[in-house]
């Protein structure tokens, strides 16, 4: 996969999962089981299905959800699946890699701009339905999920910022903001 459809679908992983925080437990290096499989993206649709149905069940118990909360939380989740549908849709809308170094700067500068207006309009449907099933949450259960969230959106910050000094050719270590250049001493 190219450099550019990596970025892409890494950004798009960190917007869209960021949202809703469910696949927090979904580590890097279990995506690795997918490398020699024949299918590798049909491989990767069914961990991502895995790992979000089990993160599901796990935030639904921590929540406590009752039965009169039951059709929000179903509607809720009914447009996580369809965000992580359309993610894995969008990888294959991206120009491969010898063809995007074909274009101009504008045309992969418009590209990327029709690519971030997709991401806003799923990121605004998210909202919707994320803001629909906040609404039946008790207090207790708006806590619980705030706190989830914010543990989800942090997990996803680290991991989206290593990765892209990674992928920039920055050491580990390396990536914090330099400090300010010792004073000139006088000879």
């Known amino acids: 996969m190219s450099n550019m459809k990596q970025r892409l679908v890494h950004a ?8 809703f925080a469910l696949l927090a437990g979904a580590q890097e290096h279990q995506w690795n ?15 991502m299905a895995k790992f979000q149905a089990m993160h599901e069940a796990k935030l639904h118990d921590s929540l406590k959800i009752t039965a009169a909360q039951e059709p929000a939380w179903k509607t809720f989740t009914e447009s996580l699946h ?11 809308e991206m120009p491969a890699h010898a063809d995007m170094e074909k274009m101009s700067a504008p ?7 029709a690519m971030m207006q997709k991401h806003q309009a799923q990121m605004q449907t998210l909202l919707t339905s994320l803001k629909a099933f906040y609404a039946v949450l008790t207090p207790e259960q708006q806590v619980t999920m705030d706190k989830h969230v914010a543990r989800f959106m942090k997990h996803r910050h680290h991991h989206h910022h290593h990765h892209w000094h990674h992928h920039h050719g920055v050491p580990q ?3 914090k903001v330099d400090q300010a250049p010792a004073a000139a001493t006088k000879q």
């Open 12 to 19: 798009c992983a960190a917007i869209g999962l960021a949202s």
């Open 33 to 47: 089981s997918c490398k020699d499989q024949a299918n590798k993206e049909e491989c990767r649709h069914a961990q």
């Open 82 to 92: 369809q965000q992580r549908d359309a993610m894995m849709a969008q990888r294959h």
């Open 107 to 113: 045309e992969r500068l418009e590209k990327h701009l």
């Open 173 to 175: 270590g390396e990536h």
